[in-house]
């Protein structure tokens, strides 16, 4: 089985930085698109970026030139860099990745959730 363990979640101020990774982890033969959602209390849960293996990347409008995502193929990684936090950024962000298991499979996988609370 593959599960998606995230760290790096915390309290910071209005304008801090705070740093997100994901591990994927399992019986694993390639990782595919791998990407960061956030859910706020009380909203749907939104895409915030994504990045496939060859490392072409987007970002939601709201995020754009402050968050940047990256991954690390040989380690099955993948990381949000969150710059100029806003308290509108706070929120649980949740790991996502579809994984194959075999060259025929493709299954997504969620993490646990981490919490981004951007506060004075």
């Known amino acids: 089985q593959v599960h998606l363990v995230e760290s790096g979640g915390g309290l910071v101020q209005p304008g801090g930085s705070l740093r997100l990774s994901c591990a994927a982890s399992g019986s694993i033969f390639r990782v595919n698109v791998m990407d960061w959602y956030r859910q706020a209390p009380g909203k749907q849960r939104e895409l915030v970026a994504w990045i496939t293996r060859d490392d072409m990347t987007r970002y939601v409008d709201s995020v754009k030139g402050r968050f940047t995502i990256s991954r690390d193929n040989g380690k099955n990684t993948v990381s949000l860099q969150m710059n100029s936090l806003k308290p509108e950024d706070t929120a649980v962000y949740y790991c996502?990745?579809?994984?194959?298991?075999?060259?025929?499979?493709?299954?997504?996988?969620w993490g646990q959730g981490t919490q981004v609370t951007v506060s004075s």
């Open positions: 996502h990745a579809v994984i194959s298991s075999d060259s025929a499979t493709f299954t997504t996988y």
